[in-house]
Nanobody, 121 residues
């Protein structure tokens, strides 16, 4: 199984910036899509941004123009630069990695432990 280690997050004032990072280990696996999701209490986890191995990106409408996802395929890392943060961005953010084992023809999803982002004055 791919292991994910997240870093970043914390408390920031509205209009501020934060950067989330996620590193995937488990070198025998082939990694495909990488991305970030977020969840608030009582709500379902929602997509924030994803980036394919080939570089195609997908953003939630609510973060377009403010968040930027990047990844390093050689290092199996994915980052989320969050600018102009708003109180409604407050959530637990989870890294997600789609991967496939050499012995399998199906993909699986690995999730990070989650990191809290709080936007408040």
């Amino acid at each position: 199984q791919v292991q994910l280690v997240e870093s970043g997050g914390g408390l920031v004032q509205p209009g501020g910036s934060l950067r989330l990072s996620c590193a995937a280990s488990g070198g025998i696996f082939t990694i495909f899509g990488m991305g970030w999701y977020r969840q608030t209490p009582g709500n379902q986890r929602e997509l924030v941004a994803t980036k394919s191995r080939g570089g195609r990106t997908n953003y939630a409408d609510s973060v377009k123009g403010r968040f930027t996802i990047s990844r390093d395929n050689a290092k199996n890392t994915v980052n989320l630069q969050m600018n102009n943060l708003k109180p409604e961005d407050t959530a637990v953010y989870f890294c997600n990695v789609e991967h496939r084992a050499p012995w399998s023809n199906t993909t699986s999803n690995a999730w990070g432990q989650g990191t809290q982002v709080t936007v408040s004055s």
